[in-house]
């Protein structure tokens, strides 16, 4: 648009020339951003397809044009996750539009978060103090140090935003490390101070016996000591903010792509995986070359729980987990998990097991009270034969026995039955009897105490081929800033969780670096973006516990949808599955879990 000046013999008021000018600015303004050219380019566009919502297609051609989102603030709250304890909540505001919208959030429980590696949920419930510090801790991190540092970064630069979060945690981990440090050595000082020098006592040789034997002595049988528990190892206060907005940052960047998260994680993974959205026009298919590649995970499901929670004296099985063959669709591993819960309910019924107690357990799974391993284990053979599913085939086993939970240090025994203690060599022939009595059995997860290195390696040189072990709470897999243990000797892989004090760059890292083995998710208490982070990050198998539970279904809900997705969008056939968990050296994996 142009304006002819005014005719220099014509008088003109002081208003008419200042709109005069403003027209010529504004006129100006509109060129040299290429306004006209556009809204003529569209409206030429508009005219030719005739679409029935005008201005919704004009709304949709000029947001292609607008400034890509910028964080403009992230904010924390205090919430309650899915067990009723309080958690951290992150949610990601961003500049879209001119306008600053609350574009998504994450929930990460800190249940674990500031305390020492071992501390079970129970007892962190009576520590109540050492949890509002930390909950207390990571809102003013976010407040006062992610939200102003992340302030303008864009969204999906998760390795750059992931990378200022693990630096911050990592300061803040040195720092807490030397306190403790000071407070150790401080607390050392004052107990020598206060502490008399001890007097001297003569030495009296060892009483002996009639037959001038030492006393106390059994022949020559000596019995190993057992090895003392590793100090807990501290957890940093308030680094559950670190995970929280990690996560957070993910899915407001897939919120803001219009893809979903997994595929967002796979971009994260390998950038050069998944066509960006304007490349779908020259891919000649709207999923574009990697998104054929995609990797879905078989659910493993945790069919029955004999542990220390169960009314029976049977403590050693915590969890007996179903491992079915990967070419089963995720509807038909559910399906056969429920008809197999049923069809057990329906043999406890009966008169051969005298109405033993029936619940569900924290995981979910069928709660039994057994006197002994064997009674489970044959519960569920009979009821896989009832239905004809090929247990020891296509359909294995494995077993958590969450060992570290039984140790009785006052006997330095394992107490697997109530009243029933076992030594950590005597454990190891229990194990030997149960794998061989019933070969279905493929791994067993923290057969012993991360300690007992000597039973690990025994066992793992009994078993052979026939069965793996993995470490859960035997391992130490942990955030970039925090120092990482090796894993007991045997142990074939660990199990990998998705700790509140993770970023998504972390997870991914972990399970990159155990690319050569098959990998496992297992979720913990969370929403159904751990689903996601399994499709997403590539794993082989996806544990979520049992199948009762809304928290739970939910998550097995969304692997439905994904496997249909991917179904609707490539054909049955064209999705890659893992391969099968027995390969030619054995059954060997990875677990990953989201804490």
């Known amino acids: 648009m142009s304006y002819k000046g005014f005719p220099s013999h014509s008088k003109v008021s002081k208003e008419d020339q200042e709109f005069y000018d403003l027209k010529n600015k504004a006129a100006e303004y509109y060129r040299s951003n290429g306004v006209p050219q556009k809204i003529e380019s569209v409206l030429n566009e508009m005219f030719w397809q005739k679409p029935d919502d005008i201005y919704g297609y004009l709304a949709n051609y000029f947001s292609g044009l607008s ?7 992230i904010t924390g709250k ?30 990460m429980d800190g249940s674990f978060d500031g305390l020492p590696d071992g501390v079970e949920s129970g007892e962190m419930l009576s520590n109540g103090d050492l949890q509002h510090l930390s909950i207390t801790t990571a809102l003013k991190w976010i407040r006062e140090n992610f939200s102003p540092v992340l302030r303008g970064f864009n969204p999906t630069d998760q390795t750059n935003v992931d990378k200022i979060l693990s630096d911050f945690a990592m300061a803040r981990y040195l720092e807490h490390k030397d306190s403790l440090i000071r407070e150790k050595e401080e607390e050392l000082r004052n107990e020598a101070m206060s502490e008399a020098p001890p007097q001297a006592t003569p030495t009296s040789a060892p009483a002996k016996d009639k037959k001038g034997n030492d006393k106390g002595k059994k022949g020559n049988i000596t019995e190993n000591p057992l090895p003392p528990a590793e100090p807990p190892v501290p957890r940093l206060p308030g680094a559950t903010a670190v995970g929280a907005v990690s996560l957070a940052v993910a899915k407001t960047a897939a919120e803001l792509l219009g893809t979903p998260l997994y595929r967002h994680i796979t971009a994260v993974r390998d950038p050069q995986v998944v066509q960006s959205p304007h490349s779908k026009k020259d891919s000649g298919s709207s999923l574009g070359w990697a998104q ?15 542990g220390k929670n169960s009314a029976g004296k049977l403590n050693l099985l915590e969890e007996i987990i179903l491992m079915p063959s990967s070419s089963l669709r995720v509807r038909e591993v559910i399906g056969m998990g429920l008809d197999l819960q049923c069809e057990m309910r329906r ?37 896989c034969a ?16 969450a060992a570290h939970s039984l140790m009785d240090y006052s006997r330095g025994k394992y107490e697997v039955m109530s009243g029933c203690h076992k030594s950590p060599d005597e454990l190891v022939d229990i194990y030997e009897g149960l794998i ?13 105490r991360k300690e007992d290195v000597g039973q690990w390696e025994r066992l793992a040189s009994v078993i052979g081929q026939s069965c793996c072990l993995l470490a859960d709470a035997a391992s ?23 700790h509140s004090d993770m970023t998504i760059s972390d997870l991914i890292q972990s399970i990159a670096e155990h690319k050569d083995a098959e990998t496992i998710l297992a979720a913990g208490s969370g929403d159904a973006s751990v689903v996601d982070l399994a499709v997403g990050s590539g794993v082989s198998f996806l544990k979520l516990g049992g199948l009762r539970g809304a928290e739970r279904m939910d998550k097995y809900n969304r692997l439905m949808a994904i496997e249909e997705e991917q179904e609707g969008i490539a054909g049955a056939g064209e999705i890659n599955q893992p391969v099968s968990f027995e390969s030619e050296s054995g059954w060997n994996s990875l677990t990953v879990s989201a804490k």
């Open 67 to 73: 400034y890509t989102p910028v964080i403009s603030k």
């Open 436 to 448: 061989n009595k019933y070969p279905a059995i493929r791994s067993l997860i923290d057969p012993f």
């Open 292 to 306: 054929k590649e995609m990797q879905l995970p078989v659910p493993i499901i945790t069919i029955m729980s004999c």
């Open 476 to 498: 130490n897999l942990c955030p970039r800033w925090r120092e990482a243990k090796p894993l007991p000797p045997g142990a074939t892989k660990a199990i990998i969780r998705h």
């Open 78 to 107: 205090e919430v309650f996750d899915g067990r009723g304890l309080t958690a951290v909540q992150a949610e990601v505001h961003c500049i879209i539009r001119n306008e600053e919208k609350m574009v998504c959030g994450a929930v």
């Open 347 to 383: 043999i406890l019924n009966g008169s051969t097991y005298k109405a033993l107690p029936v619940g569900v357990s924290d995981e979910g799974a069928l709660q039994v009270g057994f006197d002994r391993p064997e009674q489970a284990l044959d519960l569920l053979a009979e009821a």
């Open 386 to 401: 009832n239905l004809a599913l090929p247990l020891g085939s296509d359909l294995h086993l494995a077993v958590n026995c």
